[in-house]
């Protein structure tokens, strides 16, 4: 089993910043791939970033590429999305994952966390 948890989501104007912490705990492994998704009131959860353990390659949503760097600290078992250039578009809960290799799609994760709440206001 693998336990994570989100920290630093809050309510920010459009153009700031935010950044978002997930820790995780026990059976974790530097192999691991970890995700960031977010799901919108009425929407369908969706993909934002993935970064694989294997030379970290990270990839992006088209939405938030350019805005939003993913990143690991294998060390401290933790997992950050640095949040720039914020958009109403982008209030949402987001939540990290893990699973075995990097990918868009949600089933493709074994362990999600709770939550954090973000929310952009205009």
């Known amino acids: 089993q693998v336990q994570l948890v989100e920290s630093g989501g809050g309510s920010v104007q459009a153009g700031g910043s935010l950044r978002l912490s997930c820790a995780a705990s026990?059976?974790?492994?530097?192999?691991?791939?970890m995700g960031w998704f977010r799901q919108a009131p009425g929407k369908e959860r969706e993909f934002v970033a993935a970064?694989?353990?294997?030379?970290?390659?990270?990839f992006y949503a088209d939405s938030v590429k350019g805005r939003f760097t993913i990143s690991r600290d294998n060390a401290k078992d933790t997992l950050y999305l640095q949040m720039n250039a914020l958009r109403p578009k982008d209030t949402a809960v987001y939540y990290c994952?893990?699973?075995?290799?990097?990918?868009?799609?949600?089933?493709?994760?074994?362990?999600w966390g709770q939550g954090t709440q973000v929310t952009v206001s205009s």
């Open positions: 994952a893990n699973g075995p290799i990097p990918a868009r799609e949600a089933k493709t994760y074994n362990y």
């Open positions: 026990g059976r974790t492994h530097s192999r691991d791939a």
């Open positions: 970064v694989g353990w294997i030379f970290g390659t990270t």
